[in-house]
């Protein structure tokens, strides 16, 4: 049972995921294939990147053909409903955090399947949470924000730490699971009304 | 014998692949290196971001390395020959339209040798056709002109919908490949001759 | 023996690749999570590249997490000695050298015990040795510097070909490799040196 609300709410994370992706395209102007396109790329990129990287194949939207088909329709959609998107912009926050969590469990679940080590594990987890978000920066040339904002990454690490570390210690997995999301959801939030950040390292000097 | 006239039009696309893109690298000031290096990740980077998400080894360029000395020499003459090469630029768009469409159908082709869904064809028809052309514009620091103009993707995927449907239909494969191509080549073509775009997304507010 | 100073060399190398990607993060104002994993992908992104492109499973740091450790570490701990490690920028550059020719021997040797012809084999040591550098200036949001300067590229094309020629040619594989390394080594040095670069292409016209 747990598996299905974990698949629903994997759903409901790639939507929101691929409509904010759509918002930022429209800051680039991109046009429409173009939306679709980012909006795909980010919501089921993290978790192309770690399959890719463990060889992990078929890749998940590759056996899930549809989950491009929403991916797509989501971010397509959002170019009629900007507006909506924009005044539900903290809820849109609140599922992008959902998401993460989500995500990065989901990607520790796959890593463990795979019989990896534990570094390996938290890893993947922050890879499927984190990395959808670079590609989406990259593709509209900016410096990843993900390296320079709001514990984000961090999230990912402590959520993964958490489940990872209580499933090895034998605990009930749907506890651990529910656990681990709920302190990582509460940091992101936490951490994104407090506006918390990683101390940065700011270095003026060139290396030649 | 329609294999092996694929299989030539396939050379010549990824020559005029390289060529174009070492304008773009001269364009960049790159060195002779960079020069060779990009026009070979443009010319076979579809090819292998297609080959690396469905986990389809050896890649074309592993399998075949002289492929990589075609496109290195053909990026490195334009070198030279940079002045002809602006002055057939019509020419070279009609080739590279030429290889969207090629690259396209083998894209698709790999994909339904390993019996993969419908949608999951055309879109390794669309990345094999594309994403050459988006590494080159990340290397190059742009946001990829594929994101935004000139139904270039979207001949791409009217060109593999086109075959991947008619194949299925049970149509004579080589008549469904001529006329794909053709459908898809004029698209592309009164596309460039008339300025057709897709409509964009003009996003303009900060989401936080 | 061999095998042990080449790891041995191996480790130095990634530190230092990890530390001089650590001031190219802190140039950004990176978070220290970016700043960590910005050093982890600059280190180990090129032989993850190689290992994905070749689809040889599992990749040096799925196998050996330990080499994250070393890598975040390495980062982090530059934060806390920028000052240090710009006074011995020689030394580092002396460092990347090294790694280069390293990276690339290591690289090579992956191909060809895959058996792999022998100009993917010099492939293989050249993505080794040079595209962690590329993705870390993709994420800085910059043209890749390998595209631009100092031979750097060609230095490992030069003593990865030595190799592979040599061992080919039957000589002992110690001693080609050690020629191979120390004529790339001497080759960087000269290069940074006397600021030799490879001619550049410059072209200013647009294509369309």
Known sequence: MSEQILHAVFLVAI?????????????????????????SITALGGGSIRDVLLGHYPLTWVAHPEYLVITSGAALATIAIARIVHRLRHAFLLLDAIGLVVFTVIGC??????????????VAGMITGCLGGVLRDVLCNDVPLLFRSEL????????GAIYVGGTRYGLP????MLTAMTIGLTLRLL??????????????RDLH
């Open 152 to 159: 984000y990454a961090s999230v990912s690490v402590v959520t």
């Open 173 to 176: 997995p749907e506890a651990v």
């Open 109 to 122: 679940n796959i890593a463990m399947a795979m019989d990896q080590p534990l570094l390996i594990v938290i």
């Open 191 to 204: 951490a994104l009304r407090y506006n918390w950040n990683m101390p940065t390292f700011v270095y003026t």
């Open 15 to 39: 939507t929101a995921e691929a409509m904010t992706a759509a918002l930022a395209a429209g800051r680039r102007s991109m046009d429409w294939f173009g939306v679709a396109m980012l909006g």
